[in-house]
């Protein structure tokens, strides 16, 4: 049976500081490469800070946050890291307009890359945008209509961002029907009492729903009235856990 080494990086970045940011995944990558991992993961707009907010609809911050993944994905293959696939959350902007919503070409994206071999072989944008509670992403963001699967040793990792494991439908009957060895969710996920116990009810459902192993990572750390508390989840495909990293380390 191919085995794969995942290292899920539950870091703190600060919303706008794009180079420091930076540094630390690059930092962070190196220590998982060096660990002997096989797929490098960071949280939901790790490369940006969470949430951006009115950053969203500034260009000039959302195009510093894309010419930052191509220097990012340069720089890893530079120091040799390369050969590993990362997967970083950033803003984006899409390609082309959203009639339906009035939204123009180059409207903002929640979105995650996959960084492999000097280059962005992969983009996703988030499915589902949460208009409730503390957020406001459909004011921001348009809507993400693909599931890409990655195939890394073998295996087929299919790729979600926060919101899109927490609504039914979307990915997670998706990766099923890809025959997905692994979900792996990227998020910004923020701290409420008795959270922790939420959300391994929902991965475990999820994993159940989706017939693979489901790795969920989430961002440590605080950003204004908000608190990021980590708890990474990994469970296997019948909903028994794996791993799961501690709270706000």
Known sequence: MQRLRLALNQIDSTVGDIAGNSEAIVHWTRHAVGQGAHLVAFPEMALTGYPVEDLA????????SRAALDALAERLS???LGEVPVVVGYLDRTERAVPRLGR??????NAAAVLH???????????HLPNYGVFDEFRYFVQ??????????????????CEDLWQEG??????????????LSVNASPYERDKDDTRLELVR????????????????GGQDELVFDGDSIVVDAAGEVI???PQFT
């Open 144 to 161: 993400g209509d693909t599931l890409p699967v990655l195939r890394v040793r073998g295996i087929d990792v299919a790729l979600a961002i």
């Open 57 to 64: 609809l500034r260009p000039s911050f959302v195009e510093a």
């Open 78 to 80: 530079g120091e040799g």
């Open 117 to 127: 071999r000097g280059r962005a072989v992969l983009r996703l944008a988030k499915h």
């Open 170 to 183: 979307g990915r997670v009957p998706a990766a099923r029907s890809a025959r997905a060895g692994l979900l």
């Open 205 to 220: 459902k999820r994993a159940r729903e989706a017939g693979c192993t489901t790795a969920y990572l989430a961002s440590t």
């Open 104 to 109: 123009p070409a180059g409207s903002p994206e």
């Open 243 to 245: 791993a799961r990293a």
